[in-house]
């Protein structure tokens, strides 16, 4: 049930993009997207709901295709303070109720 | 508010020991959580809670127990230690809709000799 990631790892310049995948085997109602630094918890960066909505801040955009059960996060000009992992998470219908898993995460490093 | 708090933030077991961790939030969330994390796997769900007395098994909940008592207390009870639990546990909260951020709380570092 765990949202696939991709790619696993990737290694970029200061200044150069970056495109993180997150694809579910189920339906998604929306998609949420953190950052974790190393040794600390993760921290929230975005939601996307269905219809289009999206909640977040910073100069990180997304995307979320229903049809597809996809979603991507897009790091546009990449600072030196965008390396962490990154992980994509969503809540899984429970005969009522939610519970809410992540994805399997990405590793991204940026170098000056 | 202190968010979401936990204790403790490092420990040691041996095999076959038992030991509580805890989670405690301020801000009157109904939904909490309790997540491991081992390289390359991700976060990964042990158990969760959708209000007081209300709780349900994740995707990894084999040798965990939790309960839920009270709004602000999620505690997670490790029944008899194992190598395999060796790792990064962290506890998150949010209240119980789907367009709204979890909380996480600071982590305990888990080792199982």
């Known amino acids: 049930q765990q949202p696939v990631q991709s790619p696993q790892a990737v290694i970029l310049r200061e200044g150069e993009d970056a495109v993180i995948n997150c694809s579910s085997s189920?339906?998604?109602?929306?998609v949420h997207w953190y950052r974790q630094k190393h040794g600390e918890a993760p921290v929230f960066l975005m939601i996307l709901l269905k219809g289009g909505e999206q909640k977040g801040h910073e100069k990180i955009s997304a995307s979320f295709n229903e049809k597809k059960q996809q979603s991507s996060l897009y790091l546009t000009a990449s600072q030196l303070s965008y390396s962490g992992t990154y992980f994509c998470g969503t809540e899984i219908d429970t005969s009522g109720t939610y519970k809410y898993i992540f994805g399997t995460g990405t590793r991204l490093k940026v170098l000056a | 508010n202190a968010g979401v708090t936990q204790t403790p933030k490092f420990q040691v077991l041996k095999t076959g020991q038992s030991m509580t961790l805890q989670c405690a939030q301020d801000m009157n969330h109904e939904y909490m959580s309790w997540y491991r994390q081992d390289p390359g796997m991700g976060l990964r769900l042990i158990h969760y809670s959708v209000g007081a007395g209300i709780t349900d098994q994740g995707e990894v909940p084999n040798g965990y127990n939790v309960s839920r008592s009270t709004t602000e207390d999620f505690p997670l009870r490790l029944l008899l230690a194992a190598p395999s639990q060796t790792s990064v546990y962290f506890c998150a909260s949010s209240p119980l809709a789907s367009s709204y951020e979890q909380y996480f709380g600071p982590g305990t570092r888990l080792t199982v000799t």
């Open positions: 189920k339906a998604l109602y929306s």
